[in-house]
Structures are given as structure tokens and as C-alpha cells.
């Protein structure tokens, strides 16, 4: 009769983890987070800020009307575009007032959602 529970608890024990390690990998590949992009920033007034992207990165600064920047959320418009070669500098106007704190000059933009598995393997093949 021993020999019976001590193999119950083992199965039973087994059953379980096989069980939340599926769902642990599961969670892994559904659940989504930010990425962000960082840009270099010049404070030109208290209400405006210059911002050097590729002509990619445009199309991201006209979808969002956001950004990040020391753990605050900035609203924006733009209001200028400058073209250069290959690049744009873009002129944003600000709803708050900003203040750049220290040496700190970036900003961060949402890009797109990645899962938790994604992100891991992309961290792994940067290094």
C-alpha cells in the first residue's frame, strides 16, 4: 500500500508540472510588451524640441503622439519637417512644459509589440 501513494504523489507531482510548464510557455508566446525606440533630442523653448530621424523613423513619430521621457509621458505635434539628405529633423511642439534634467537627451517612442519569447531570443542573438 506504500509503494501505491509514494507512486500517486510522483504521478501526481509529475501531472502538475507538466501542467504549469505548459502554461508558463504559453503565457510566454501570448503575452505582449512594448518595444521602444530612442532618439537624440535638442531642447530648443520650454514648449519645443527638435528631434534627427531617418525617413523611416518619420512614419513612427506621425502615427504616435506620444513619447517617453524620464518615466513621464509627453504629448506632441509636429509642427516643422526639415529634409536633409537622409535625414529629417523634425520640430515637435509640446503640450507641457519640458525641461531636459541633466545630460539625459533621449527620448523614447512605442514602436510595436513583441511576445516575451521574441524578445528573450532577440536578446540572445545581440550579445
Given at each position: 500500500?506504500?509503494?501505491?501513494?509514494?507512486?500517486?504523489?510522483?504521478?501526481?507531482?509529475?501531472?502538475?508540472?507538466?501542467?504549469?510548464?505548459?502554461?508558463?510557455?504559453?503565457?510566454?508566446?501570448?503575452?505582449?510588451?512594448?518595444?521602444?525606440?530612442?532618439?537624440?533630442?535638442?531642447?530648443?523653448?520650454?514648449?519645443?524640441?527638435?528631434?534627427?530621424?531617418?525617413?523611416?523613423?518619420?512614419?513612427?513619430?506621425?502615427?504616435?503622439n506620444f513619447?517617453?521621457?524620464?518615466?513621464?509621458?509627453?504629448?506632441?505635434?509636429?509642427?516643422?519637417?526639415?529634409?536633409?539628405?537622409?535625414?529629417?529633423?523634425?520640430?515637435?511642439?509640446?503640450?507641457?512644459?519640458?525641461?531636459?534634467?541633466?545630460?539625459?537627451?533621449?527620448?523614447?517612442?512605442?514602436?510595436?509589440?513583441?511576445?516575451?519569447?521574441?524578445?528573450i531570443i532577440?536578446?540572445?542573438?545581440?550579445?
Open positions: 500500500m506504500k509503494n501505491y501513494r509514494k507512486k500517486s504523489l510522483l504521478n501526481l507531482f509529475f501531472v502538475t508540472t507538466f501542467v504549469l510548464l505548459f502554461i508558463f510557455f504559453y503565457l510566454l508566446n501570448t503575452v505582449k510588451l512594448w518595444t521602444f525606440n530612442s532618439y537624440n533630442m535638442a531642447l530648443v523653448d520650454d514648449n519645443y524640441i527638435k528631434v534627427v530621424v531617418t525617413l523611416d523613423d518619420t512614419l513612427l513619430f506621425q502615427d504616435n513619447f517617453y521621457y524620464d518615466n513621464k509621458k509627453f504629448l506632441y505635434k509636429i509642427e516643422n519637417k526639415e529634409k536633409l539628405e537622409d535625414e529629417v529633423i523634425l520640430t515637435l511642439k509640446l503640450e507641457d512644459n519640458f525641461k531636459i534634467d541633466g545630460d539625459d537627451t533621449t527620448l523614447l517612442l512605442p514602436n510595436i509589440k513583441k511576445s516575451i519569447f521574441s524578445l532577440d536578446s540572445w542573438r545581440s550579445k
